[in-house]
Nanobody, 119 residues
């Protein structure tokens, strides 16, 4: 069975930092495109950052320069380093694993971890 388990969410003050981790099992991790998404209160789930199997990265404009996504294939883990956090970053953050087969994407999701940025 596929399992994605996020950890690292916490309450942090504006300007602070947090590092999220997502440990994957049940997939050949190295061939999956990994990503972080988040859902803020009363908003739709949005893409935060992605990292391809080859290491290429993409970021939402709102987090560019502040967040860094990385992966450790030996540990089957993807990370999201979040710096200079803002109140607007408050959200449930979800780990995503995607594999495209015959042009069709297949997604797996973690259960989410809460990030709260507040004074």
């Amino acid at each position: 069975q596929v399992q994605l388990v996020e950890s690292g969410g916490d309450l942090v003050q504006p300007g602070g930092s947090l590092r999220l981790s997502c440990a994957a099992s049940g997939i050949i991790f190295s061939i999956y495109h990994m990503g972080w998404y988040r859902q803020a209160p009363r908003k739709q789930r949005e893409l935060v950052a992605t990292i391809g199997s080859g290491g290429s990265t993409n970021y939402a404009d709102s987090v560019k320069g502040r967040f860094t996504i990385s992966r450790d294939n030996a540990k089957n883990t993807v990370y999201l380093q979040m710096n200079t956090l803002k109140a607007e970053d408050t959200a449930v953050c979800y780990c995503n694993a995607r594999r495209t087969v015959a042009g069709q994407p297949r997604d797996y999701w973690g259960q989410g971890t809460q990030v709260t940025v507040s004074s």
